[in-house]
Structure formats: C-alpha cells, structure tokens
C-alpha cells in the first residue's frame, strides 16, 4: 500500500484490496472513498466487496467513481461532503490516485488557495498543473 498524506486527516492512495482494510483501520482511517469505476480493470474487486471489508473493520465507505478524466460537479459535490463530513481521517483511492487527488483540489474542502492545492497535490507526487484554470489558478 502507498499512502501518501496530503493534508491532516486526508491521504490518497493507488489502487487498494479488501485485505487492506484491516492495515488502513489500524492506521486511524475513518472512512475510505473510491473513485474507481466498478470492472476498470480485470480482476478488480468490485465497490460491494470493498464495502463490506471496509465497514467490517468499522470504517466508512464511499463509492464516487469517476473515469475518463471527467470530473462531474455531483462527484466533486460528493467528494467534500464526505471529507467535510466525516469522523476521523479518510483515505481516496483510485488507480493510481491522481483522481482522488484531483478531486479533492476540486472540492477543496480546506478552502485553500488555488497555489496551495497544487503545491499539496505535488508534495503528495502527483502534478495538477493541468486543472490549474479549474482551480482559479
């Protein structure tokens, strides 16, 4: 696993496993989002499975898939009204992370300045400077 914080109480992630679930609980995480589609890729464990290993370790869980570098305004909508809204530490994950990521400067729930978001997004290896103009960068 390669969690990589970028604010407090909120890290991204590549792609994740059920068996994982148990390492992100110890780790503090109150709830999980996935941003991967159900079947992106073959033997992908569907958002069922990975909802039942995360809530049996009592974390949340939450599916706001996203592909094809859209971003809708519902799923950014829902992305910070699931960071704003939970009781601990959450974890975003996708493929490789850059949408989590990405949607979280979208959503931006700390109300951070445009340049901050990429500056956290880069501390975190990932390089938004494409969305820059979605940003008010």
């Known amino acids: ?3 990589r ?3 407090p109480g909120f890290a ?3 792609k994740i496993g059920p068996d994982d679930m148990a ?3 110890a780790q503090g995480f109150a709830a999980v989002i996935c941003n991967r589609p159900d079947d992106e890729e073959e033997g992908q464990c569907d958002s069922g499975t990975m909802r039942s290993a995360a809530e049996a370790e009592g974390m949340a869980y939450h599916h706001i898939p996203v592909s094809g570098g ?3 305004a519902d799923a950014v909508d829902a992305f910070r009204t699931v960071r704003t809204g939970a009781s601990g530490p959450v974890l975003a994950f996708c493929r490789t992370g850059t949408r989590a990521i990405t949607l979280e400067a979208l959503a931006n729930p700390d109300g951070l ?3 901050d ?3 956290q997004a880069q501390a975190a290896g990932y390089d938004l400077s494409g969305i820059a103009d979605r940003l008010g960068a």
């Open 23 to 25: 390492k992100l609980a």
């Open 12 to 14: 991204v992630s590549p």
């Open 113 to 115: 300045s445009p340049s």
């Open 5 to 7: 914080p970028v604010a």
């Open 70 to 72: 859209n971003f809708p």
């Open 1 to 3: 696993m390669d969690i």
């Open 117 to 119: 978001l990429l500056e």
